[in-house]
């Protein structure tokens, strides 16, 4: 998926910084996607122009459910898309399915 300023991929390894320390400055909306899953490939679209068109008004971050799975595990994550707002640290809304 392409990256911008107001986009990026979360990993194990930056989740922490990419999405918790970072909703503490403004809302993060994280999308738990899988490149095999037609209704993520549907839905990134629309996010992707919603991050671009309210530029930095909020954060995009996309965790590949493929690739990290303890993640999207650790989160409750169980069908893709799910999309989750964090602010201050912590889960506020999420949305399942598309």
Known sequence: MPMSRFIIEATQDNFNEAVLS????????VNY??????????????????????????LL?????N???????????NSVPTVKL???GEVVEQVHGY
Do not use: I, M
């Open 22 to 29: 970072n909703s503490h400055k403004g809302p993060v909306l």
């Open 33 to 58: 996607w899988a490149d095999n899953a037609g209704p993520c490939l549907r839905l990134w679209p629309v996010l992707e122009k919603l991050a671009n068109d309210y530029a930095g008004q909020f």
């Open 61 to 65: 971050v996309n965790v590949d459910t």
């Open 67 to 77: 690739d990290q799975r303890q993640l999207a595990q650790e989160y409750g994550v």
């Open 86 to 88: 964090f602010v201050n």
